[in-house]
């Protein structure tokens, strides 16, 4: 069964095109995406969320032993919540996603799923968690 996983993460990561953005890279794609209009949330205050997730990381994926849960993309989208990997327990999938496809360097979805969450609980909350958590910055569930 480990043999399965491994090999599912391997070609995961294989098909998943990803990088590491520039911040100016960033700045122009959530502007593309008219993200900056969206509930008085300065585009800003994005890139800094997705800095300090991911370091713009499209492809960041980071596990959460403590609930078995897993972050992925640029924004570090909980795999709990919001997206659905297939393997965490009880996933609320409020995002209706499956969490590979928040992967890459096409994050639209990952833009989407954050506009719903901002939306259902402002990035007020978002930075709260980030900035008061006690927890290494990989293993912080912002959103």
């Known amino acids: ?7 599912g993460f391997i070609f995961l990561t294989m098909a998943v095109h990803g ?3 520039e911040r100016c890279e ?25 800095e300090t997730l991911s ?3 499209t492809t960041a994926i980071h596990y959460n032993p403590d609930d078995k849960s ?7 989208i909980n795999s709990h919540f919001w997206c659905d990997d297939g393997k965490t327990p009880n996933t609320l999938n409020r995002c209706g996603v499956n969490c590979s496809e928040l992967l890459g360097d096409n994050f639209v979805k990952a833009v989407n799923c954050v506009k719903k969450i901002v939306a ?11 900035h008061h958590a ?5 293993s912080r569930t912002a959103i």
Not at 1 to 7: A, E, H, R, S
């Open 1 to 7: 069964m480990k043999v399965l996983l491994l090999l």
């Open 19 to 21: 990088k590491k953005m």
């Open 26 to 50: 960033f700045f122009k794609t959530m502007n593309q995406l008219r993200v900056d209009a969206l509930h008085d949330a300065v585009l800003a205050s994005w890139a800094c969320l997705a």
């Open 55 to 57: 370091n713009l990381n």
């Open 70 to 76: 897993t972050n992925y993309g640029i924004f570090q």
């Open 120 to 130: 259902e609980e402002g990035i007020k909350r978002c930075h709260y968690k980030l």
């Open 134 to 138: 006690s927890t290494p910055a990989h």
